[in-house]
């Protein structure tokens, strides 16, 4: 999707939160984290960005509700693997 938005350099509001949506949404926090930072280049360049913030803080603290009730509820294998991912969302 991000090639596709890139290519035809589109620049709605619609299809930049379905994107950020989409990488809330992926297990590929690293992704997230990666797509955030280039985001923040871009803006600490003078350049826009496209995806509402506050959306996008809305979908990570979901985020963040959703890992947090996995670690109340998961065993302690899984318990070390969910924080790892709470904390990249933190660093989101």
Known sequence: ??????????????????AFYLYAESENEKALISYLEGEEAKKESG??????????????????DRLNKEIELGGAKSVTALRSKLDMMKHA
């Open 1 to 18: 999707m991000d090639k596709c938005i890139k290519s035809k350099r589109l620049t709605e509001k619609s299809v930049h939160n379905m």
């Open 47 to 64: 350049q826009p960005i496209f995806f509402e913030v506050d959306y996008a803080l809305n979908l990570c603290k979901q985020k963040e």
